[in-house]
């Protein structure tokens, strides 16, 4: 096939019913195509052909001059067969001026001359048209969209692809449509289901030669589309409590415009977080669908979400991929239940306590979300009904407030057992003692008026607060006016109570020293007031400091080093880290950050401190990593520290050595020389150390050829000869020093190239005194023997041309020689005087380089009517011949050319002399049937002398071809 459409694959051949049987066409990318024999090859056949079509011609001239003159002249015309459809294929996407078929070669459509009654040679396909008279023509009958994607030469008949580029996936957006013959595209269940044609309507003109062609021209499809997911993000839900090898199909497949094995063939996820599997199930339709597959237990309390990436791969090759982002969310069960942290609690109540107070809250915890996580509280039923009035308990919050007034008649000690009910769950349980403590007596009353922050009894203080702060003023009375009430503060702190001047009874509660927050965070004093009775009463204060964010975090070292082997599993755990922060609450709270210059696939933990990173790590590609991370803590404004991360990834031999090329070519000139460099063995790889040690061995041929490890160089050990061994195929295996090894192989192919060191072998004659007989009466022109030879070489080593180099005889000038097939004809006219024996020394010659190499033969030719003396005769032989060596090189042609025979045919003199005169038929008749039967005698004699021609090849092995030997010398 021409144009550069060959070099895509091709396609089994579409029988047609026109051809003749011996013609196999062989449907190829973008046009038919039937094997050519070589030049040579087609020149012998020729010259055969026309010698026995001449022979048979004059054996049966009779009934050919009958069948003239009663049917005519003109019935040499031939008629050729009509063709009805023609297939073509060629893949999508070919640029311009692809060459599809000819329809004039692949139709056969060979012309004749006018007036002949045999065919002529057949003419090239690009001008087969021309040939014609008048000329052929081909043209479109129905062009519609087909014909915007090829183009036809309207003089020799060639389809070749148009400028527009076909695509197979636009044209042929109906997979299951049928259209008629007329229409431009179709899809046809022929030859597959899945064709894709292009339909044309061809005729061929003028009218005489009228044709009607169908051409039909498949277009194949090539992997030209990576597979795409409809939506870039898809998300899969699945419940926590879903067992072990659940299927859940994944919405949203990809979809891939190409088809069969170019279309999608297989998902898979980029990280299945040792939870999930793929698999893939395929209907009747030929869809694949991915199912994601559960293989562990799911906690969505653990984890409750994965993130991983799906990919589907096409059967191409190479194969394409397209990708989406895959999230899996596991829903929530109520798995767990409500759990207290305490079982019971102690709460202590005055009975001056006053309505709507709270006495205490109770609080579970429930670790699941939404509606499986609401907790309501009930009483027990074994609370008592008065216990019930007297302290309420609201059902969301937990909280326990005094309903009622405490009278003198209420019981001194409640407890109430509350209940946390959860849905499906069995209720927790929480215990609340509630003692009551009467007041019986009036001491003296204690009225604080609070300075500074107070809530629920509890002064609040920052620890930043100055010298003398004023905390709160207390007013001392005594309830019955009798008595003197004295005052002073009990406990241990930085504080003072002093009488505030000039009110009596106004006391002052002040700081007196700095106070620090990390050194103590809660003062309990007392203000005590007594009478000269003896009745006291104290009035407990609480201070509690506050935190202020004035220290930051510090990590335990500032530079933390780790090392992690190479191909790690996913979210592989590295280090803890930990920093402290002297500070309280939500100022002490440490949460902990990557730096800027973290790589994106290393995480930390902000609360837990624990650094992971989610992918594998690569030696070869990254070896050490250095970057910050930071400790920050929830103060306002937050304080942070910082430590480097230096971690170093340690080297595992998981990288085969690898070859700088697939496969590797050397071309070496035939008798190189023993241990000379034939080429270098490049291979490489990525491991560090003994990983990446490599040794090279040769796994064959190592009788013959050895590799140095060290340089990579390959060798052979003895001289290489091309005519025993052309080429050699060998197999390198490189093994790296890993544990366990790994290795890998490439291919070498070593070519011979060709030395001109080979002379031609003369195969025929067999030898110098061998001779053949040569009749006066042979005619000019006519082939008198051949000198055969071989060449073991090859290419332009093994072209070989023949010369006559020397002469000797009467007239040795009257033979020659072809120099590129060895063929000796008669130039002239034997004459009497030519009666003898004619010597002609022959040179063989190749055409190699750098100087070609020859021999020679000599061919002695007997001119005579018989053979009387061959003792004379031998005896001329073995005289030393004296002939002028004539020093003229032969002329070598590489291309063959085609031999002619001059046949003579009385064909047309019948015909002119059958229309002069009716009368005279009887005697021109008479005069060709005897000329022409004294011309088939002679041709009966000359053919018995003719031997075969074997045409040369470059491909045939001509010790191997069985050839009939001719012993010329036995005549």
């Known amino acids: 096939m021409r144009g550069p459409g060959n070099a895509r694959s091709s396609s089994p051949a579409l029988a047609v019913s026109w051809r003749p049987a011996t013609w196999h066409p062989r449907l190829d990318m973008g046009r038919l195509s039937r094997p050519s024999s070589s030049s040579s090859s087609r020149s012998s056949r020729s ?36 063709a009805t459809e023609l297939l073509y294929s060629l893949n999508e ?95 046809s269940s022929s030859p597959s289901s899945d064709s894709c044609l292009l339909l044309l309507d061809v005729l061929v003109l003028p009218q005489e030669y009228f044709r009607f062609v169908k051409v039909k021209i498949a ?45 999608v063939q297989t998902y898979r996820l980029l990280d299945y977080h040792g939870m999930f599997t793929l698999d893939v199930e395929e209907n009747e339709n030929g869809e694949r669908t991915p199912y994601l597959i559960v293989m562990g237990a799911l906690d969505r309390e653990k984890q409750d979400e994965y993130i991983s990436i799906i990919i589907a791969e096409d059967g191409g090759s190479p194969p394409l991929l397209g990708s989406a982002t895959l999230t899996i969310g596991i829903s929530d069960i109520n798995d767990n239940c409500p759990l207290f942290v305490d079982s019971q609690i102690n709460v202590t109540v005055y009975g001056n306590a006053t309505v709507g107070t709270p006495i205490a809250v109770v609080q579970a915890v429930d670790r699941d979300l939404g509606t499986n996580a609401q907790i309501t509280y009930t009483y027990s039923q074994k609370v008592p009904q008065a216990s019930r009035d007297l302290f309420h308990l609201d059902e969301t919050t937990g909280v326990i407030t005094l309903f009622s007034k405490i009278g003198g008649s209420v019981l001194q000690m409640h407890k109430l057992t509350v209940l946390a009910n959860g849905p499906g769950c069995i209720p927790a349980v929480i215990t609340a003692l509630v003692s009551i403590i009467k007041v019986i007596f009036r001491p003296p009353e204690i009225v604080p008026r609070y300075i500074a922050n107070e809530i629920d009894g509890v002064v609040y203080l ?160 990254k070896e050490k990593y250095r970057y ?123 070519l011979l190239l060709d030395i001109n060191d080979n002379p031609p072998l ?41 010369s006559i180099i020397g002469r000797r005889g009467p007239r040795p000038e009257s033979f020659r020689i072809d120099p590129k097939t060895g063929n000796i004809t008669l130039e002239e006219a034997l004459l009497q005087t030519d009666y003898g024996l004619h010597r002609l020394l022959v040179k063989v010659s190749d055409h190699g380089y750098p100087e070609p190499l020859h021999s020679t033969v000599m061919v002695n030719l007997f001119v005579n009517d018989t053979v009387s003396n061959e003792s004379y005769i031998e005896s001329l032989l073995r005289k030393e011949p004296e002939i002028n060596i004539e020093e003229k090189e032969p002329q070598i042609s590489i291309e063959p050319t085609h031999r002619k025979v001059e046949s003579a045919s009385c064909v047309p003199t019948l015909v002119a002399l059958s229309v002069i005169s009716l009368g005279s038929i009887t005697l021109v008749t008479g005069m060709g049937i005897y000329i022409c039967l004294r011309k088939g005698k002679k041709h009966h004699r000359k053919d018995d002398n003719l031997e075969v021609q074997i045409p040369l090849k470059g491909k045939i092995d001509l010790h191997m071809r069985e050839r009939k030997p001719m012993d010329i010398s036995n005549i």
Request: charged fraction near 20%; glycine fraction near 8%.
């Open 219 to 263: 277009i194949r499809d090539i992997n030209d589309n990576a597979p795409q997911f409809p939506v870039s993000q898809i998300l899969v839900w699945v419940p926590e409590n879903a067992p072990v090898n659940t299927r859940l199909a994944i919405e949203h497949p990809a979809v891939d415009p190409d088809i069969g094995i170019n279309g």
């Open 628 to 750: 910050t991370v930071r400790a920050v803590d929830c103060g306002k404004p937050p304080r942070e520290s910082v430590a480097t991360v230096a971690l170093t990834v340690l080297d595992k031999n998981d990288n085969s050595p690898r070859f700088i090329n697939k496969d590797f070519s050397f071309f070496v000139p035939e008798n190189f020389p023993g241990y000379g460099e034939i080429g270098i063995i490049s291979v490489t790889d990525a491991d560090a150390g003994q990983n990446g040690w490599v040794a090279l061995s040769v796994v064959n041929q190592s009788d013959i050829f050895v590799i140095d490890t060290g340089k990579g160089m390959l060798r052979a050990k003895v001289s290489l000869d091309r005519e025993q061994q052309s080429s050699y195929t060998l197999w390198v295996e490189a093994v790296d020093g890993g544990e366990p090894a790994l290795s890998s192989t490439t291919k070498i192919t070593i």
């Open 47 to 82: 010259s055969r052909s026309s010698s026995s079509s001449s022979r048979s011609s004059h054996r049966n001239l009779p009934h050919v001059l009958l069948f003239f003159l009663f049917v005519g002249p003109f019935t040499c015309l031939a008629s050729y067969s009509r």
């Open 93 to 187: 996407g070919l640029p311009a001026g692809v060459l599809i078929g000819s329809l004039a070669e692949d139709l056969r459509l060979v012309p004749r001359a006018a007036g002949r009654a045999e065919p002529q040679q057949e003419q090239p396909p690009e001008r087969a048209g021309a040939q014609w008279n008048p000329p052929l023509s081909f043209s479109l009958a129905s062009g519609g969209l087909s014909g915007q994607y090829v183009t036809l030469d309207n003089r020799s008949g060639e389809l070749h692809t148009s400028t527009q580029e076909i695509d197979r996936e636009a044209l042929c957006v109906d997979e299951g449509g049928a259209a008629a013959w007329g229409s431009s595209i179709a899809i």
């Open 462 to 621: 920052k620890e930043l607060e100055p010298v003398n702060t004023p905390i709160a003023f207390f007013t001392i009375r005594d309830p019955e006016g009798k008595y003197k009430i004295n005052c002073y503060l009990e406990g241990d702190g930085p504080f003072r109570l002093s009488p505030y001047k000039p009110y009596s009874n106004e006391y002052l509660l002040e700081t007196t020293k700095p106070m620090d927050y990390e050194l103590q965070q809660f003062y309990e004093i007392a203000v005590v007031a007594w009478n000269s009775e003896g009745f006291h009463v104290k009035r407990i204060i609480k201070v509690q400091l506050l935190d202020d964010n004035d220290n930051a975090p510090v990590f335990l070292q500032p530079l933390i080093e780790l090392t992690i082997e190479e191909n790690n599993a996913p979210n592989a755990f590295l280090t803890k880290l930990y920093a402290t922060d002297a500070d309280s609450g939500e100022r002490g709270q440490v949460s902990y950050f990557l730096g800027p210059d973290a790589p994106s696939y290393f995480s930390l933990d902000s609360v837990t401190g624990v650094l992971t990173v989610s992918t594998q790590l690569d030696r070869e590609e």
């Open 762 to 802: 003369v195969l025929f004659p067999q030898s110098n005194m061998s001779y053949l007989l040569v009749l006066p009466s042979t005619l000019p022109g006519s082939p008198i023997t051949e000198v055969y030879a071989v060449d073991k070489d090859t290419g332009m080593n093994a072209v070989i041309a023949y």
